[in-house]
């Protein structure tokens, strides 16, 4: 199984072959970020190895922050990686994972907690350390929901965080809102100003409409960035990709460039790193479909 420990092919490859050896890290949700090179990519396994290594062994601070929780049920991890591999084509079991009420808070399913961009370590409620739901949320959806935050750790901070990790979610309501709650500033907006104009109205306050315009501003501008990811995911349909799992791996420059090529251009793309060729390769389409 590819792992952080298996840093070192990617020094090993034979010429020719970086590609497929690539496509195995990609598997396991380590991903090469965009303008990282091999040799790049391989150092930054390495640092993460190490990292792994010592929160394994007990030397690194980290374990005064995880102490003794417990893990989740085998059964959580089993139907987060179907989830996942089914949604994104990735299975990343290298990311520590424990349960921890104080860490998440009460309300809260589960968290990622990011070390330095470079160590994502997820905890998820307590609960889910002998029970596989509560309060309306699933274990294995809310490990998989992080487990998507975690294999993006080292990429510049998107506006399509939340919507991607939302995939997972069974909750149809949760897949297209949650995007919102990328930054607690939208949903605050969102409420307070829907909560604020029938208030002023009622007081008589003749301009009680205004405090609308957040709530409307927040949708706005949510509609423009889904409008351009359908856009790009159009188009790697058209130009015969699998088009969610290829988006997860892109930044959100590059998702506004393919958003703006042509289905005909993008095949261009495969000759400009060993990054996008392993990408354009594993995830075109059959014939036909």
Known sequence: MTTPSSWKKLREYPPGELSALLAEFDSAGLFPVPGETAEQFAGRLKKLDEELEALRNGASDLRKLIGRTPFPLPAVYRKSAALTWE?????ADWVPVRCSSKQTGFLSAGILLEIDRLLPLVFLHGAFADREE????????????????AARTAFPSSVYEEYFACQVNASAFRRMAGNLFRR??????????????????????SWWFLPLLLPAAVVLREFALRRRLARAAKHLRKAGFAALPLLLRLSDREIFEIAALAPGEIMAKKETSARWKMLL???????GN
């Open 134 to 149: 509560r309060m309306g949320y699933d274990a294995s959806e809310t490990l998989a929901h992080e487990m998507v935050h």
């Open 281 to 287: 390769e594993k995830f075109r389409l059959p014939e």
């Open 87 to 91: 949604t994104y084509r990735f299975r």
């Open 184 to 205: 607690w500033e939208l949903p605050a907006l969102f409420s307070g100003g829907l909560a604020a104009a029938p208030v002023l109205a009622v007081i008589g306050v």
